[in-house]
Structure formats: structure tokens, C-alpha cells
């Protein structure tokens, strides 16, 4: 494979797992404790990404192996540490 295809594949791994483990952070932890209503704007930023990008892995079919797992799970404890860093300096802001 060439470069392009190998960062093709390896962005939309990363997109997938995140979409979906995101989503399922925010309405099981964030949404549940944080007394916001139910909108559009929630339904859209939350559950229409992972639902694409669920259509998107199914009409596609990339071949993934379980060892690739761990290119989601970097990205994902960097997120997480950008994110407590963040609201330790008081951000806040949606």
C-alpha cells in the first residue's frame, strides 16, 4: 500500500472507534449528570457522527485487526488529556 491509502485507513479507524466511543461517553456520563435538555443540537453533535460513520464502515468493509485497536486508544488518552488540561485552566466554554 502506499502512503495515501495507509493514512487513508489508519484516519478512518480512528474515526469510527472514536465517533462511537465518544458517543457513548456523552449520553451514559456527560448528557446523564449534566441537566441539559434534550435538543437537536445534542442528537446532531452526538449520535449523527457515529451513526454515519457506522453506514460509512459497513458500505466501505476495511479489514481491521484487533492489534490495530491501539491507534483509537492513543488517540483517544490524548483527547482525554487535553481535555482535563483544558478545564484546569478554566475552559469551559461549549
Given at each position: 500500500?502506499?502512503?495515501?491509502?495507509?493514512?487513508?485507513?489508519?484516519?478512518?479507524?480512528?474515526?469510527?472507534?472514536?465517533?462511537?466511543?465518544?458517543?457513548?461517553?456523552?449520553?451514559?456520563?456527560?448528557?446523564?449528570?449534566?441537566?441539559?435538555?434534550?435538543?437537536?443540537?445534542?442528537?446532531?453533535?452526538?449520535?449523527?457522527?457515529?451513526?454515519?460513520?457506522?453506514?460509512?464502515?459497513?458500505i466501505v468493509k476495511h479489514s481491521v485487526r484487533m492489534s490495530q485497536f491501539i491507534?483509537?486508544?492513543?488517540?483517544?488518552?490524548?483527547y482525554l488529556i487535553f481535555s482535563w488540561i483544558y478545564t484546569l485552566l478554566g475552559?469551559?466554554?461549549?
Open positions: 500500500m502506499n502512503f495515501a491509502l495507509k493514512f487513508l485507513w489508519f484516519l478512518s479507524i480512528i474515526c469510527t472507534v472514536c465517533s462511537v466511543l465518544v458517543t457513548s461517553t456523552y449520553w451514559s456520563l456527560v448528557y446523564a449528570g449534566s441537566g441539559h435538555d434534550f435538543d437537536l443540537r445534542n442528537i446532531f453533535y452526538h449520535i449523527t457522527n457515529s451513526l454515519v460513520l457506522g453506514v460509512d464502515l459497513f491507534w483509537p486508544c492513543l488517540t483517544l488518552l490524548i475552559g469551559l466554554d461549549e
